[in-house]
């Protein structure tokens, strides 16, 4: 009988434990942005060692959610958009999709193209002849703060997720050209201060 009562008491005691330390299921990770959130990541174009002027406001301003207001910024903002947020929500929210909703501008894993009125497409292999001379390649560095420490991607650029706060500089220059911080970090560390 004794035996029975130190089982069910054993039995009770490590009941009650199991109950007070369950193992929750891990939090389902959403990935940014939602349409809820608004982003700002600072970029900057160089080509051939020289930094391109910060494309102007997108002709397009209400029908992307991804997009410039001309300040050297990409503002990721799906939810600024009364239709068609989920397209630029997520795991969509890419330097390529930023790309192709800015008229003109092209990027691939090997090229750019600025918009204008003789765009030149700038593609691994062609010769820089501006300021820095040499056969050129496309290369983009990223920083995931304005304090990180910066890193080349190795992979498609166009597949690279914007997130808050993160800088981007798409440079078309010679391999083992320094690639610079985009101009508009100030605006970005601005911006970001703002929204606490």
């Avoid at 060692?49 to 029908?63: F, K, Q």
């Avoid at 056969?135 to 650029?157: E, N």
Wanted: proline share 7%.
């Amino acid at each position: 009988m004794a035996m029975i009562a130190v089982l069910g008491v054993s039995l009770v005691v490590y009941s009650r434990y199991e109950n007070q330390h369950l193992k929750k299921a891990p939090a389902k990770v959403v990935i940014g942005p939602t349409a809820t959130q608004h982003w700002q990541a600072a970029y900057a174009i160089d080509i051939c060692g020289t930094v391109e002027p910060a494309l102007p406001v997108n002709s397009n301003l209400s029908t992307v959610g991804i997009r410039t207001f001309g300040n050297g910024l990409i503002d990721i903002n799906p939810g600024a958009l009364t239709s068609g947020a989920a397209k630029f929500e997520g795991a969509k929210a890419t330097l390529g999709l930023f790309a192709s909703s800015y008229p003109g501008l092209k990027l691939t894993a090997t090229s750019v193209q600025l918009p204008g009125t003789k765009p030149t497409n700038w593609y691994n292999g062609v010769d820089c002849t501006k300021t820095i001379k040499g056969v050129g390649k496309l290369q983009v560095k990223v920083w995931a703060s304005p304090t990180a420490t910066g890193k080349i991607l190795t992979t498609d650029p166009t597949k690279y997720h914007l997130t808050n706060g993160s800088m981007i500089t798409i440079a078309f220059v010679p391999v083992g050209t320094p690639i610079p911080v985009p101009s508009s970090k100030a605006a970005l560390i601005a911006s970001l201060g703002s929204k606490k």
